[in-house]
């Protein structure tokens, strides 16, 4: 299983110094790798299919939990063979879609990438490995979102795409980090023997609302659905792969792979069926409104992607079987579709339906793969589509009590709708009249149009044997996902009961739409008028507030000036130490134990006093310089009158450097400029004098502290005894805290380089103002 992940990684990286090779005849190669893994997982079938799991481990960070802890079982496979077979006909597509492409090896890349993170996602049962891969289809599909990265719309859709998806996995990695600490293990296969202990803490709710951010964002659910249609700006191959196999469905397989864990509650239940049940109704009824081609897929997408988060909210057995049905079912059709309106725009020029009629004289196949996909979309019978949609009728019939009627009509009124969509997007552009516009429009090379012949014929063969596909493959995803033995038998036929009576409803009520619904620019400029109370425009609203925000606060505390990070520094400490005054009580000095005062000491304060006043009042840099020099050694005799002469030492060697560095700095730079007005003059002062007082009343307050000596104990004892040494500070500096002396040596090392590349800075005389 790591080699799989591992095979597409390597191909990516191989791809930067040997694109420019594969961009002759020599990328017929490229489609090999998918290939060859959809091959490999093919193999695993028979395994999984009698209930066998395959597991792989290998030891990462083991101290952190982080392994390599990969996991095949029924629900992996799934993902994996549509990861890797829909990746495989995506491959050949694009290898003709793209070619000519200046960058056509950098989008192989970028999909090489995406493509082994889904598979990442899919196999790992390690939550932060997961989280890993989730963030690598993230940045990945950032990537290709944005390919077409001269245009300015493919750049806003890539970020939109990655800060929706990306805030998501902020709060899938809290709910990730949550649950297994709550649980005590990292290991996904691990956690469903604490479900009860996970689902009876008091931070379930919050466990589960992180990780519902995070599916929610990723399979574009609403309100985070808006990034999705914004995500058409990518080539289409790279629309039909995020929106068929990968990337959106990555949300579902979270909460599928979480549902043995965290699933079967009310909070859940309510949860899941509220945000699913709206999203697929919302997103149905907004494909009507559409004309653009990838628009109209995009939000039946979301309404499909709303259908399996409701069905994993009602999560009884025939929801999860359904669940596990509908997505292969729609991973099919909608493929397809996708890779027809590549077609149709590659050939035409053009997605909008209004403008397109009587493609099927020019382009016979690829009408016949639309229009099986489209009959499939419509879940019309023989098709693997009437499976998914009868189960999902099945499910929502024998839903509780009370809520039966209620989930039944959604669904019904959702698939109603999607049928329309579907036939619009599969049957007008090929039925009608041909204009004359397009009467020379021939068929692609034929790895473009293979391809979703294939996904269409296989929606047919899967809808005409689906006990086959059934215990192939869905039996044991749905055992994965509900836990248990779901004891799943598909046919074709059930007999005449309710089931067949509503999808005989919503295919005729679906013919019925479609024929009643006719797109227009008006019905487009009509949706677009909700446009101001969306949830695209509010959240960016709130966007757009928090940038502001963010302005605001950079540019008050990094404006750039060195005296106003001083001022806002000293403020914030003068604060916290009046607090801290505050606190410990009323202030007592007895000034009669205090030592008197000598003579040389009043010398010493009088002379830096006045140095002082020389700093703040001269209009000459070398003068204050000297000035401080000044400050500098004085401060160096208080430490000898205090029997410190280590200290004097130190200090005496920065001062006498620090002046003979900023002599040397002064020489380059231009005359000295007065930036400070008087008031802001004042205001300093007073700020200084402030910080000075309180620094005194604390150094006052410390002589009546009771002493500890733990610390100077500890280092009398230890000094000779581990470093070997008599001088205390020295060793302290040397050897206790090596580590810190070695960055501040570095630090001054660098500063040392700075003043350098100063000195030997040659400035024109105008960048000298």
Not at 369 to 382: D, E, N, T, Y
Not at 623 to 638: D, F, N, P, Q, R
Request: proline share 4%.
């Amino acid at each position: 299983m790591l080699f799989t992940i591992l095979l597409g990684l390597i191909s990516s990286l191989l791809l930067i110094p040997f694109g420019k090779k594969l961009k002759s005849s020599w990328s017929i190669l490229l489609p090999l790798v998918p290939t060859i893994l959809f091959a490999i997982y093919l193999g695993y079938i028979p395994k999984i299919a009698n209930g066998i799991t395959l597991s792989q481990a290998i030891n990462w960070v083991p101290s952190l939990g982080v392994n390599f802890n990969l996991k095949l079982d029924g629900l992996s496979l799934l993902f994996c063979l549509l990861i890797t077979g829909i990746g495989t006909g995506i491959f050949f597509y694009a290898r003709t879609y793209l070619k000519g492409h200046p960058y056509f090896d950098r989008f192989f890349g970028y999909l090489y990438l995406f493509m082994s993170a889904m598979l990442g996602v899919v196999l790992s049962d390690n939550i932060f490995l997961l989280f890993i891969f989730w963030e690598l289809t993230s940045i990945s599909s950032f990537f290709l979102i944005g390919f077409n990265n001269d245009q300015e719309a493919s750049r806003k859709s890539a970020m939109t795409a990655l800060t929706i998806t990306g805030m998501g996995g902020f709060f899938l990695l809290a709910g990730l980090v949550l649950v297994g600490n709550v649980a005590g293990t990292y290991q996904i296969s691990e956690l469903i023997q604490y479900k009860d202990q996970i689902q009876a803490h008091p931070q379930y709710p919050l466990i589960l609302g992180l990780i519902f951010m995070g599916a929610f964002t990723k399979s574009a659910q609403f309100p985070f659905h808006f990034w999705l249609p914004g995500a058409m700006k990518a080539p289409t191959p790279v629309s039909a792969y995020l929106h068929s196999a990968t990337m959106v469905k990555a949300g579902i397989y979270l909460l599928a792979r979480f549902f043995p864990i965290l699933g079967g509650t009310e909070l859940w239940s309510y949860t899941l069926m509220g945000f699913g049940g709206f999203t697929m109704l919302f997103a149905a009824v907004h494909s009507l409104f559409r004309t653009d081609l990838k628009s109209i897929l995009a939000y039946t997408t979301i309404s499909a992607l709303g259908i399996l988060v409701f069905l994993l909210g009602i999560g009884t057995k025939e929801a999860i079987v359904a669940a596990s049905v509908f997505i292969l079912v729609h991973a099919l059709y909608k493929a397809t579709l996708f890779l027809v309106t590549g077609i149709i725009d590659h050939e035409t020029g053009t997605r909008d339906i209004c403008k397109l009629g009587g493609l099927r004289k020019v382009l016979p196949p690829v009408a016949l793969a639309a229009f099986l996909a489209a009959l499939s979309s419509a879940g019309v019978p023989l098709t693997f589509g009437f499976i998914g949609k009868d189960l999902i009728y099945e499910a929502t019939l024998h839903s509780p009590e009370g809520w039966m009627l209620i989930l039944t009509g959604l669904a019904v009124v959702t698939n109603i709708c999607l049928s329309a969509g579907g036939f619009m997007a599969g049957l007008k552009p090929f039925f009608g009249k041909l204009p004359e516009a397009y009467s020379k429009v021939h068929l692609p090379y034929k790895s473009m149009w293979i391809p979703p012949l294939i996904l269409a014929v296989l929606g047919v063969v899967f809808g005409c044997m689906p006990g086959w596909v059934g215990n192939m493959l869905n039996y044991q995803a749905a055992n994965s996902i509900f836990g248990t033995d779901t004891e799943m038998h598909l046919a074709i036929w059930h007999g005449f009961n309710t089931v067949l009576l509503l999808s005989a409803i919503t295919i005729v009520s679906g013919f019925i739409l479609y024929f009643s619904n006719k797109p227009s620019a008006a019905k487009v400029n009509f949706i677009q008028k909700f446009e101001s109370i969306s949830a695209q425009r509010i959240l960016t609203g709130y966007g757009n507030d928090i940038l502001k925000f963010s302005e605001r606060f950079t540019n008050f505390f990094h404006n750039g000036y060195l005296r106003s990070y001083h001022m806002k520094i000293i403020l914030f400490a003068e604060g916290l130490l009046i607090y801290k005054l505050w606190q410990s009580g009323p202030i007592q000095i007895d000034f009669d134990n205090l030592t008197p005062l000598t003579i040389y000491e009043v010398a010493v304060v009088v002379i830096l006093l006045g140095a002082l006043l020389i700093v703040v009042s001269t209009p000459s840099r070398l003068t204050s310089v000297v000035a401080m020099s000044v400050i500098g050694y004085c401060i160096c005799l208080m430490y000898v009158f205090y029997s410190a002469p280590d200290l004097a030492m130190t200090q005496f060697t920065i001062d006498t450097l620090s002046t003979v560095l900023f002599v040397l700095v002064l020489y380059k730079l231009p005359s000295f400029l007065n930036l400070a007005s008087k008031k802001q003059m004042y205001r300093d002062s007073v700020v200084a004098l402030g910080f000075g007082a309180i620094l005194a009343i604390i150094a006052l307050k410390v002589l009546y502290e009771p002493i500890q000596t733990q610390t100077s104990d500890f280092y009398g004892e230890n000094a000779y005894i581990l470093a070997k040494g008599k001088n205390v500070v020295n060793l302290i500096l040397a050897d206790f805290r090596g580590i810190d002396t070695m960055f501040e040596t570095v630090v001054l090392g660098i500063a040392a380089l700075g003043v350098y590349s100063l000195l030997k800075l040659r400035l024109k005389s105008s960048e000298k103002e």
